[in-house]
Structures are given as C-alpha cells and as structure tokens.
C-alpha cells in the first residue's frame, strides 16, 4: 500500500523557519510564523496564565475524560467573551458551543458538522484567506470558492465586489468571515461594512461562519467582535470558531471552540447533539488542560484584567511596530507609500513586493518572508527595524 504514495508539497511556513534557523547571518529576521515575539523576540507564558496553570496544578485532581463537549464552564466563558453577556442569542439561549483542539480543531468540527447537514453546501472564502482553510474545507470534502476581498494594487478592500458576489451565494452556501485581523491582509471590515454584510446575509440565507482567531489583537476585545454579535443577533444560523493560541498565548495548548447559533433553543440542541457525533467521530474528547487555564482567568476579575493588561500591551507592541516600519521606510528614502501597513490590523501585512524580491531579500539579507511577502508584525523590533528598512529599499 505505501509504494503508492506520493510525496506532499512542505508548507511554505514550516520550510521558512527552517531555514532561517540554519541560517548564520547575525542579522536575520523571520517575519514569517504567525506568534506574537516581544522585543527580544522571545514568545512568553502569559503572567496570568502562568498564575493560573499553578491554581489548575494545586486543584487538579483527576485526568479522566471531560466528555465530547469539553469544559461546560470554558465553553459558557468563551461564548459570553465572544457574543458578549448581553448578547439576544445568549438570553434566548440560542447557542451551544463545544471545546475543541484549538482554532484549527474548531474549524475541523465545523467543516464535518456542515458536511453532514449539507452535503452539498460549497463554502465561500475570501481571496485571500489563511492558506489552511482551503485545505481543512476540502479534506472534509467541501467544495471551496471565493469571493473578492484584498486589493493588492491599491492596498485597500474590495468591498462593493465582496458584496456583489455575496449577492449571488445560495441558501445552501456557507460563507466564511474573519472577525477582525484578517489573516493574510490585515485589512478588517468597519462597523458599517460588517452592517451591510449582515443585512446581505439575512436577504441571501447563506450561513455564516466566522472564524475569530485574534480577538483582542486588533483594537479591543469587544471592538474586534463587534461583527460576531451583531450577526449572532440578526441571523437564525450562525457557526463561530474560535481560538485561544494567540490572545492567550496557549499555542501549543492547542484549545478553541466551536460555537453555533441557531434559531431556537430546541434547534440549538438537536444542533449540538451533531455536534457532539462529530467530535466523538474525530477526536473522541478535547484536551482539557488549556481550557481550565482560560476558565481559571476568565472566572476571576482579577486574572481577567490582569490578562487584558498583558493583551494590551501585545496588542500595543504590534501595532506601535506598524507604524515604525512605515517612519524607518520613510527615514531611509522609500518613495513608495508603505501607510497601509500603519492603518491596518492585527499580525500579518502583505508588503506588496515581488516574489522575486522576496528572494533576493532572503537571499541578499537573511530575511525571511512567504512569496506572497505576507510579513508577520510581531517580528519587527526595535533591534531590527533599521536593517530590515535599509534592506526594503535596496530591494525596491
């Protein structure tokens, strides 16, 4: 059986660090991986998290399964984090949510739960959007298209051809959102946008899902969901992912969830009960440690604050790096204009290179970026900041 494999493409991210961890240079740079860096570019445990995985390792006192559905206090905290406390579909007790192997997993679930409801639904992605949702969709064999998103020449959104390809999609169709710090662009909908994207979703009746893997990372906890309630609000049908990798800083904890919002509260319990065949179907049970850390902060005021603190300043430092690069552009005599990247959100820019010069970058200076030269903000500092500019500007 195996003599018929055949060899996998490498991720281009995975291939990246990589070299970049064989590369000698003393000034290399990786702004490729997707995890938030400090200063030093070291990738910290979380102070609160830190307080309240010694609370989880005093009070622990078994390992056995916590159920298919994970923790019921995690899954109620991550959705009144997401929907809000206030939130209609919360008082009408119109969503259930389950635990899940991180923001991956949710989508994972996600993508078998509308396969099994629909087997004919397509799902419609923005061009672009994160590489790997293309691929989770179609190995849980939904067919994937796209609707227009970034406009890579003028650096802004396409929104009135978003909305007339939004247009056409189906009631059978689902299509995918991000809520905030769009993944690869970080170019986000205003207010006013996500308001004419929920009112074209209630005239078509696609569902929506809504993948938010950066809450907090963007402008605030509650601004970046701002697109998340007002649709849980508005629709009948509505699928949210969520991931606590990066705003906790849990990555290898690998927890998230998968959150559905139906139109009533019966509908929202035959829908969990799919949900839960699901789960069973994939991965039995969820990993249970990261969501008693989460719950742990989030149950406490004073853990909770102490990590929107600590959130802030992540937030604070990748979008303070934003707005260096663009000055330390200027500051080395790049006539382009780089202001976008200042105005945009959360962890990756498309710097609008070439994949030629996205070589020679790499090649010539050790720095290190996917073809596409979608950067990872959080791989800027202070330490670097002259060199990658002087490097920029030779190549343009």
Same mark, same amino acid.
């Given at each position: 059986?195996?003599?018929?494999?055949?060899?996998?493409?490498?991720?281009?991210?995975?291939?990246?660090?990589?070299?970049?961890?064989?590369?000698?240079?003393?000034?290399?740079?990786?702004?490729?991986?997707?995890?938030?860096?400090?200063?030093?570019?070291?990738?910290?445990?979380?102070?609160?998290?830190?307080?309240?995985?010694?609370?989880?390792?005093?009070?622990?006192?078994?390992?056995?399964?916590?159920?298919?559905?994970?923790?019921?206090?995690?899954?109620?905290?991550?959705?009144?984090?997401?929907?809000?406390?206030?939130?209609?579909?919360?008082?009408?007790?119109?969503?259930?949510?389950?635990?899940?192997?991180?923001?991956?997993?949710?989508?994972?679930?996600?993508?078998?739960?509308?396969?099994?409801?629909?087997?004919?639904?397509?799902?419609?992605?923005?061009?672009?959007?994160?590489?790997?949702?293309?691929?989770?969709?179609?190995?849980?064999?939904?067919?994937?298209?796209?609707?227009?998103?970034?406009?890579?020449?003028?650096?802004?959104?396409?929104?009135?051809?978003?909305?007339?390809?939004?247009?056409?999609?189906?009631?059978?169709?689902?299509?995918?959102?991000?809520?905030?710090?769009?993944?690869?662009?970080?170019?986000?909908?205003?207010?006013?946008?996500?308001?004419?994207?929920?009112?074209?979703?209630?005239?078509?009746?696609?569902?929506?899902?809504?993948?938010?893997?950066?809450?907090?990372?963007?402008?605030?906890?509650?601004?970046?969901?701002?697109?998340?309630?007002?649709?849980? $609000?508005?629709?009948?049908?509505? %699928? +949210?992912? @969520? !991931?606590?990798? &990066?705003?906790?800083? /849990?990555?290898?904890?690998?927890?998230?969830?998968?959150?559905?919002?139906?139109?009533?509260?019966?509908?929202?319990?035959?829908?969990?009960?799919?949900?839960?065949?699901?789960?069973?179907?994939?991965?039995?049970?969820?990993?249970?440690?990261? $969501?008693?850390?989460?719950?742990? %902060? +989030?149950? @406490? !005021?004073?853990? &909770?604050?102490?990590? /929107?603190?600590?959130?802030?300043?992540?937030?604070?430092?990748?979008?303070?790096?934003?707005?260096?690069?663009?000055?330390?552009?200027?500051?080395?005599?790049?006539?382009?204009?780089?202001?976008?990247?200042?105005?945009?959100?959360?962890?990756?820019?498309?710097?609008?290179?070439?994949?030629?010069?996205?070589?020679?970058?790499?090649?010539?200076?050790?720095?290190?970026?996917?073809?596409?030269?979608?950067?990872?903000?959080?791989?800027?500092?202070?330490?670097?900041?002259?060199?990658?500019?002087?490097?920029?500007?030779?190549?343009?």
């Amino acid at each position: 059986m195996f003599e018929k494999l055949s060899p996998m493409p490498a991720d281009p991210i995975l291939g990246l660090m990589a070299k970049y961890r064989e590369d000698t240079h003393p000034n290399k740079i990786d702004l490729g991986v997707g995890v938030y860096k400090d200063e030093a570019g070291h990738t910290p445990i979380l102070a609160c998290v830190k307080k309240a995985e010694q609370l989880r390792i005093d009070t622990e006192e078994t390992k056995v399964y916590i159920g298919p559905a994970g923790s019921g206090s995690f899954n109620q905290l991550i959705g009144d984090l997401a929907f809000g406390t206030d939130n209609p579909a919360i008082l009408a007790n119109r969503i259930r949510s389950v635990s899940t192997p991180g923001g991956t997993g949710s989508l994972r679930v996600a993508a078998d739960f509308i396969k099994r409801i629909n087997p004919n639904a397509a799902i419609w992605v923005s061009d672009p959007t994160w590489a790997n949702h293309i691929g989770l969709f179609e190995a849980a064999g939904i067919t994937v298209k796209t609707y227009p998103y970034y406009d890579h020449e003028n650096k802004t959104l396409k929104f009135d051809e978003m909305l007339a390809t939004l247009a056409t999609i189906s009631s059978e169709d689902v299509v995918l959102l991000h809520a905030c710090c769009h993944n690869p662009s970080g170019m986000d909908l205003t207010n006013e946008q996500w308001d004419k994207v929920i009112e074209l979703t209630q005239q078509q009746g696609f569902t929506p899902l809504i993948d938010m893997a950066y809450q907090g990372f963007g402008e605030s906890v509650d601004q970046d969901a701002y697109g998340v309630r007002q649709m849980a $609000a508005t629709v009948e049908d509505m %699928i +949210l992912c @969520s !991931s606590c990798s &990066k705003n906790f800083g /849990l990555y290898r904890e690998r927890i998230g969830a998968c959150s559905i919002v139906a139109k009533d509260s019966q509908t929202a319990d035959i829908a969990l009960s799919v949900l839960l065949y699901v789960v069973r179907c994939i991965y039995s049970m969820p990993p249970a440690h990261g $969501a008693a850390i989460v719950e742990t %902060i +989030l149950g @406490s !005021s004073d853990l &909770k604050q102490q990590w /929107l603190d600590e959130l802030k300043v992540m937030r604070d430092r990748i979008n303070g790096n934003r707005a260096m690069l663009v000055n330390k552009l200027i500051e080395k005599g790049v006539t382009r204009d780089f202001s976008f990247i200042a105005q945009q959100k959360g962890m990756f820019s498309f710097l609008g290179i070439t994949p030629e010069q996205v070589a020679q970058l790499q090649r010539e200076h050790s720095i290190y970026m996917v073809d596409s030269s979608r950067i990872s903000i959080a791989g800027i500092s202070e330490a670097n900041v002259d060199y990658l500019a002087e490097s920029i500007a030779k190549v343009l």
